[in-house]
């Protein structure tokens, strides 16, 4: 928690910034919590049928510092093309007021077998038909709740 994006996408870490996610957003309030979902199709071609299962991280970046990871995996099958369904959910608290950027970076962590794919947020490979870029694109939503610090009366006295 709190390592910078740019220490993460350099050569031997691997991460990779997802295209298309990176938006920002207003805080208005210093009491706030901000709540970020992160939903994406993850695939591997495991066409070979070795059996092999492949790790990867994804994380969520406020303002270039991460502020949330999961690990997961894409479990092989036999002769196929494996996919999941990857749901991240994670949360700052009390950021200051402004704008805010975020952005969601991922990489794969093991490679069990030369020639295998990862496709997050796309196919793995244009040769696998059980999935589409429409079914397998990534969104990000942000939810920012905040306790007002400048109260206007409803009804003049």
């Known amino acids: ?92 608290e009390n950021l200051t007021t402004g704008t805010h950027s975020v952005s969601v970076a991922c990489s794969r962590l093991t490679n069990p077998v030369s020639g295998l794919t990862l496709g997050i947020g796309v196919p793995a490979t244009t040769s696998i038909s059980n999935l589409n870029n429409f079914m397998t694109q990534s969104s990000l939503k942000v939810d920012v709740y905040e306790i007002p610090q400048n109260f206007s009366p409803i009804v003049n006295p």
């Open 1 to 92: 928690k709190g390592t910078p994006l740019t220490s993460l996408t350099v050569a031997g870490k691997n991460y990779k910034t997802l295209p298309g996610l990176s938006q920002n957003f207003t805080v208005n309030s210093t009491q706030n919590s901000t709540y970020l979902l992160f939903e994406t199709v993850v695939q591997q071609n495991n066409t070979a049928g070795d059996g092999s299962n492949i790790k990867f991280a994804c994380g969520i970046f406020v303002d270039g510092l991460l502020k949330s990871i999961r690990i997961n995996k894409v479990t092989a099958s036999p002769n196929a093309s494996t996919f999941i369904t990857h749901t991240q959910i994670g949360g700052v």
